[in-house]
T-cell receptor, first 117, second 112 residues
Framework: AQTVTQSQPEMSVQEAETVTLSCTYD???????LFWYKQPPSRQMILVIR??????QNATENRFSVNFQKAAKSFSLKISDSQLGDTAMYFC??????????????FGKGTKLSVKP | EAQVTQNPRYLITVTGKKLTVTCSQN?????MSWYRQDPGLGLRQIYY???????DKGDVPEGYKVSRKEKRNFPLILESPSPNQTSLYFC???????????FGPGTRLLVL
């Protein structure tokens, strides 16, 4: 079974500090894509960052970066200089190679992040 | 503005009363999907479509129907809604050859 596991249901961090959200996954494929989505209280799903499995270099987007460990099937999200607007539910997701399951995103159950002033 | 739209955003209905949630995208994307989000379960795919008149089941298709008569539209149909279909529903689309999916704003459905 293809699964994505987020082991931290809830986390909190002080404003301006750094926090890391964990994600592990199962796959038998060699090429795939990984994503972190943010869901604020508005419920909108917002793409935070994506990583292509065949790329060694970890993706970064401003204050957001990932630590992608392909052999360990681990894909953690680091948020630096946390801001109050980062308070949200964060979902890790993966998709297999295009043409496999037609791009079905497989989601973890989410981590609820609270940034405290 | 490139976007995926869903209507209605909120809906309260009763068991057995047929309803349709519309989804439309203006990005000329070939692939469209429906997901449902439930507490503690994340998002799960209901149906997807690879192109006009091509649809297939996702992980949780029971109780749902879809159609894809036009490229931009992908409505979700609940013929006889039941309380276990109370959920938050998302439509998403992506382009061929692109992995990133774009989500609509969500539709919150309550079935009494």
């Amino acid at each position: 079974a293809q699964t994505v596991t987020q082991s931290q249901p809830e986390m909190s961090v002080q404003e301006a500090e750094t926090v890391t959200l964990s994600c592990t996954y199962d796959t038998s494929e060699n090429n795939y894509y990984l994503f972190w989505y943010k869901q604020p209280p508005s419920r909108q799903m917002i793409l935070v960052i994506r990583q292509e499995a065949y790329k060694q270099q970890n993706a970064t987007e401003n204050r957001f970066s990932v630590n992608f460990q392909k052999a360990a099937k681990s894909f953690s999200l680091k948020i630096s200089d946390s801001q109050l607007g980062d308070t949200a539910m964060y979902f890790c997701a993966r998709t297999p190679l295009l043409g496999g399951s037609q791009g079905n995103l497989i989601f973890g159950k989410g981590t609820k992040l609270s940034v405290k002033p | 503005e490139a976007q995926v739209t869903q209507n209605p955003r909120y809906l309260i209905t009763v068991t057995g009363k047929k309803l349709t949630v519309t989804c439309s995208q203006n990005m000329n994307h070939e692939y469209m999907s429906w997901y449902r989000q439930d507490p503690g379960l994340g998002l799960r795919q209901i149906y997807y479509s690879m192109n006009v008149e091509v649809t297939d089941k996702g992980d949780v298709p029971e109780g749902y129907k879809v159609s894809r008569k036009e490229k931009r539209n992908f409505p979700l149909i609940l013929e006889s809604p039941s309380p276990n279909q109370t959920s938050l529903y998302f439509c998403a689309s992506r382009d061929r050859g692109r992995e990133t999916q774009y989500f609509g704003p969500g539709t919150r459905l309550l079935v009494l």
